[in-house]
């Protein structure tokens, strides 16, 4: 699968690239690098650290929660995020 087409992207794979964390092919089909995977896994584990952090005392339902009252917020002010994007399945009730 080639991710090439839309300029951040292409800007994107070429960052990564040009730090050896991935190779592409002559099809486009991207390939993730030994010092690739290192990278990978070393962001998640920060980020697994910071979602930890932030979400300490918060419970699962009220977090959710949450997240509907703000997409609530979105959309009464005519704004629109992603869950609009993808469907009436994702409205806040």
Known sequence: MSFRGA???DESVDIVIALGWATEDSS???TL???GRLAFD???HVMDQVWAQRHDGIP???YVQALKVLQ???HNTG???WHH???EANQPA
């Open 79 to 81: 704004g629109q995020a």
């Open 28 to 30: 486009g089909t991207l």
């Open 42 to 44: 070393t962001a998640k």
């Open 85 to 87: 994007a993808i469907g």
């Open 72 to 74: 609530q917020f979105i």
């Open 60 to 62: 699962d339902e009220a």
């Open 7 to 9: 300029r951040p992207i």
């Open 33 to 35: 690098t030994a010092a």
